[in-house]
């Protein structure tokens, strides 16, 4: 997720001079740093510059290695840095324990599709975080596509389970329709083609249209139709949303959980 950032940033013009990258491995920046040869990639942050002072630190880590990696970088708290971290369930308060209480910090889940630029990340601020800081992150986070904010930061155990794991539910779509149309006599390529240009199609179509996906999905249901037929299965009581709903629910359930 970091190295998808990190091609955002660049194709939004920042210079490579302007971004320090600390990865052990380099592995996740490997291709952009050869493309951009002034980006500085560093392996530990003690090999940062001790007048290094920056606009944003932003954490890309595992949850599990967060504690070992982020007190390392408490020095720049009382300099005006905002810090911007993109791990799951680690909240505001755990951010700003292993920082230092002057920390200004701000939470962020973006979602898969910050690979190609069109994913949407939520952002929660800590209290301490001002104005310029918040634009700074959101600059930041439009990298990865589009930007929304919430300020009640238990709300991100819900945005996990709707825009974070919901990439998921939509190729579980494709998978089930492929499915339904192997089962239905087409041949399993024709129906997996069919699957994922409907999929992608009619994601396209719902950016592109101004109109709600409830009137897109009106407009092509002719009373008496073929898809008026699928979708009394799917609207049934025990139909899509009400699995919807329990997906979400055992999701964000999960996300309150993993964050302890
Ligand atoms: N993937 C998603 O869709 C998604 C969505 C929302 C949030 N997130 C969050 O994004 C974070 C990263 O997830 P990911 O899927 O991108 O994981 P990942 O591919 O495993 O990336 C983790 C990165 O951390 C680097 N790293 C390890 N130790 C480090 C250290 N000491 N200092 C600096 N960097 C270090 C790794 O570098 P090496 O390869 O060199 O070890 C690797 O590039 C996670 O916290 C996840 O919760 C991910």
């Known amino acids: 997720m970091g ?10 013009g920042l210079s490579p001079v302007d971004i320090m990258i600390v990865e052990p491995g380099g592995r996740a920046v490997v ?10 990639v560093l392996t530990d942050a003690s090999e940062l510059p001790s007048d290094f002072t920056p606009d944003a630190v932003v954490f890309a880590v595992k949850p599990q290695a967060a504690a070992d990696i982020i007190p390392a970088y408490d020095r720049f708290a009382e300099g005006g840095t905002v810090y911007l971290s993109i791990i799951a369930g680690l909240s505001l308060n755990r951010l700003i324990e292993m920082l230092g209480r002057d920390a200004a ?6 979602n898969t599709p910050a690979a190609i630029g069109r994913g949407i990340s939520v952002l929660c601020p800590a209290e301490s975080v001002g104005p310029s800081q918040k ?28 825009s974070g794991s919901g990439p998921a539910y939509v190729f579980l ?15 399993p390529a024709l129906a997996e083609q069919l699957a994922h240009a409907t999929v992608s199609g009619a ?19 002719s009373p008496g139709g073929t898809t008026e037929a699928a979708l009394e299965i799917l609207r049934a009581e025990d139909g899509l949303s009400q699995l919807m709903k329990r997906a979400v629910a055992a999701a964000t359930q999960r996300s309150k959980d993993l964050a302890g």
């Open 3 to 12: 190295g998808a950032l990190l091609k955002g940033w660049f194709a939004q």
């Open 105 to 110: 910090v701000v939470r962020a889940m973006p």
């Open 31 to 40: 291709e952009t740093a050869n493309e951009h040869p002034a980006l500085t």
């Open 203 to 221: 994601g396209a179509l719902l950016d592109a249209e101004k109109s709600s996906a409830g009137t897109l999905r009106e407009n092509v249901t």
């Open 173 to 187: 779509l494709a998978e089930a329709l492929t499915e339904a149309g192997i089962g239905a006599g087409l041949e």
């Open 135 to 162: 634009r700074v992150c959101k600059v930041l986070m439009a990298a990865a596509g589009q930007t929304a904010w919430v300020t009640d930061e238990t709300d991100m155990d819900a945005v996990t389970a709707v």
